[in-house]
Every structure is written in structure tokens, then in C-alpha cells.
């Protein structure tokens, strides 16, 4: 294949997945099926812009094709490289965090009268790019369900005794609750999720206007410094 061709049948396989209604549609679970149906045949015109129908793409044209053999390499440089995550690793599906649906579930299974008096708040000045994006993929085992997953939010689950948090992005503000006999322990782990992810896009102590550790009683609320204080 030629080195511009090869060019094309990288970038345009990429896209044409990560920007693919069926997905959106399908809460962000990419099926072999829509895989098999979106990688078929490209026809790429004089000007490089490529076609799903030959007669689109004017007389002096290239074909890219892309076989069985082929599909699964995208899912492995999708997922390699962040834009997915495995879900149904038996079924061979991945899910893609932004294709998934832009406001929480309606039926959203968190009851907030059970979460901990104890939470973690962080708070940017501007919240770095793909902060959520990176921490859903990080977290991928303890997602549960699709559905429990948004564009803004997500329902995670500790290994044992229904343990559960919720982690929602707001504004310039991201906040983990938790709940059950566990809480205490997840919100630890999912902590420590989000500093591996700080430490890995080199965030300074300027990108932060707080970070704490909030607790709740019955007739105040506390306020604890995250570096300084104990889960």
C-alpha cells in the first residue's frame, strides 16, 4: 500500500468509528457489527477527501478496503491509546466514554441519603482536558453497566458487598460520593486514581484553586485539606 494510502486507511478508520451515529446511538458500546458494517470500502478523490460511494468521488480516485483481518487492530489502538475501554471483553465489545449519552440516567440507582458523611471535592481553576474522559478509562473495572456511565458522571462499583460511588463533574469541579460498608476504602482507591492521572499530565499546584475532603454532620461541615488529612 502506498505510504499516502496507508495514510488514509489509518486516520479515516479512526474517525470513522470514533465519530459514528450508530455508536451514539448505542449508549458508546462499539459492536464488531458496527465495525464490520463502518470499515467497508473508502474511496479517496484527487483532493484526499474520502467517499462512502465510488461515484462521489469523481473520476481519479483510490480504494481503500478493509478486511476481517483488519478490524481488530482499530479496537486495540482505540483502547491502547485512551479513546476506549473494554466492556464486554467476552463479547469483544469497547466502550467510547465521549459517545456516551450527555446527561445522567433518569433512573440513576444512587440514593444520596446513604453516601458518606465523607467526600472528596477537588476544585480547578480550569478543568484539565479530558480529566473525566481519563478517569472513567482508568476505572473501566468498576463499571458495571453502560448505562450507568454519561458524559458527566459515572456509577462505580467496589468488588465486594455493593460498595458504590458516584463521580460527577461539575463546572470546574469534580466530586466523589460513596456509599456502603466499604465507602470509605473506595473513595481511598478512587483518590489515589485521580492523583496517578494529576501526576501524569505534570499538573502544578497553580491548577488548583482547592482540594479538600469534605465531612458532613448533623450540625456542621468540615473542611480537610487533602495532602494533610486521613481518609
Keep these: 500500500m502506498k505510504t499516502k494510502l496507508c495514510f488514509y ?5 479512526i474517525y470513522a468509528l470514533l465519530n459514528n451515529p450508530d455508536v451514539l446511538k448505542n449508549n458508546g458500546i462499539l459492536t464488531d457489527g458496527i465495525i464490520k458494517n463502518t470499515l467497508l470500502e473508502v474511496y479517496i478523490a484527487k483532493d484526499g477527501k474520502p467517499y462512502n460511494k465510488k461515484e462521489d468521488a469523481g473520476k481519479d480516485f483510490e480504494t481503500i478496503s478493509y478486511t476481517n483481518k483488519d478490524r481488530p487492530l482499530f479496537k486495540e489502538i482505540l483502547v491502547n491509546y485512551k479513546f476506549a475501554m473494554h466492556y ?3 463479547h469483544h465489545d469497547i466502550l467510547l466514554p465521549l459517545a456516551t449519552p450527555l446527561y445522567e440516567p433518569k433512573t440513576l440507582n444512587f440514593n444520596k441519603e446513604d453516601m458518606t458523611n465523607k467526600y472528596l ?3 480547578f481553576k480550569i478543568l484539565p482536558k479530558d480529566l473525566f474522559f481519563k478517569l472513567a478509562i482508568l476505572t473501566e473495572t468498576h463499571l458495571n453497566h453502560p448505562d450507568d456511565l454519561w458524559r458527566t458522571g459515572v456509577i462505580l462499583n467496589y468488588f465486594i458487598d455493593g460498595t458504590k460511588a458516584l463521580i460527577k463533574v461539575e463546572n470546574s469541579t469534580l466530586s466523589i460520593h460513596t456509599k456502603g460498608q466499604y465507602k470509605v476504602k473506595f473513595l481511598q482507591l478512587l483518590s489515589h486514581y485521580i492523583q496517578a492521572i494529576l501526576l501524569e499530565t505534570k499538573l502544578s499546584y497553580n ?3 482547592r482540594v479538600l475532603i469534605k465531612e458532613k454532620t448533623d450540625k ?3 473542611e480537610y485539606d487533602l495532602i ?3 481518609l
Excluded at 486507511?9 to 478508520?13: A, N
Design 228 to 230: 494533610d488529612s486521613k
Design 207 to 209: 491548577s488548583f484553586e
Design 9 to 13: 486507511w489509518f486516520t479515516y478508520g
Design 88 to 90: 464486554h471483553k467476552r
Design 121 to 123: 471535592e477537588i476544585r
Design 220 to 222: 456542621k461541615e468540615a
